[in-house]
């Protein structure tokens, strides 16, 4: 019985030796002249948005991910779901990235790791279906539309969050601070606007707001206000 077990054991571990995700990195860019603003359009993925001083283009590093697949059938997928393009609409540059969500089975569980460089001051619209998201210094004002995932938000100007799940950090907006979500931590610091939060579940912490800090509805979990200029209105 014991060899059996070792020797099960053993094809077990010979098997998974095999599995392996393939990777592959893309790169695109895109010159500024004329974007006012950028729009992101995202599946599944972590994403990371930069603004940088000084830069004149739109930077997408782009790692694509095809879990426990050669390179033959990772390219098939890649080829009949994905979608990866960045180019120019008017004044907007439009950035999208997914894999089709509708198939099932082998390589469904794809997706794209976004990293992108934008000039400091673009505003950015990103719409995301899950993962982390990290925008850090765009100096712009930032829209997000989320469904699943962390967020954290550094150095924007104003700021609207339509959240899902996951928490929520922002530190240090220039403008007015907007949230909408559904569960998760939120904390918020360093606003030199107004706050307002709408909540569904989770802890809140808001602290060092130069002007209001609204609460449309605190939904469950602790709520801390501290250091605000303005008035503080709870309306529920």
Not at 121 to 148: E, F, P, Y
């Amino acid at each position: 019985m014991r060899s059996f077990i070792v020797i099960a054991m053993f094809a077990v571990s010979i098997a998974q030796a095999g599995w392996s995700d393939y990777e592959e990195v893309r790169d695109m860019d895109l010159d500024v002249d004329g974007i006012s603003h950028l729009s992101i359009k995202a599946g599944a993925g972590s994403m990371d948005v930069t603004g940088v001083s000084g830069l004149d283009k739109i930077s997408v590093k782009a790692t694509i991910v095809v879990p426990n697949a050669d390179e033959d059938d990772a390219l098939k997928v890649i080829e009949k779901k994905m979608t990866l393009t960045l180019d120019q609409k008017g004044s907007e540059a439009q950035l999208h990235a997914w894999f089709d969500g509708s198939f099932m089975g082998f390589g469904s569980d794809a997706h794209i790791v976004l990293e992108v460089s934008v000039p400091q001051g673009l505003s950015v619209n990103i719409d995301d279906g899950s993962g982390s998201l990290d925008v850090i210094d765009v100096a712009g004002d930032v829209t997000i539309d989320d469904g699943s995932g962390s967020i954290d938000v550094r150095n924007v100007a104003s700021l609207k969050i339509d959240d899902g799940s996951g928490s929520i950090d922002v530190d240090d907006a220039s403008g007015d601070v907007s949230i909408v979500d559904g569960s998760g931590s939120i904390s918020v610091d360093h606003v030199k606007g107004s706050v307002t939060v709408d909540d569904g579940s989770g802890s809140i912490r808001i602290s060092d707001v130069e002007k209001d800090v609204i609460i449309i509805d605190d939904g469950s979990g602790s709520l801390t206000i501290t250091d605000v200029r303005g008035k503080v209105d709870q309306e529920t």
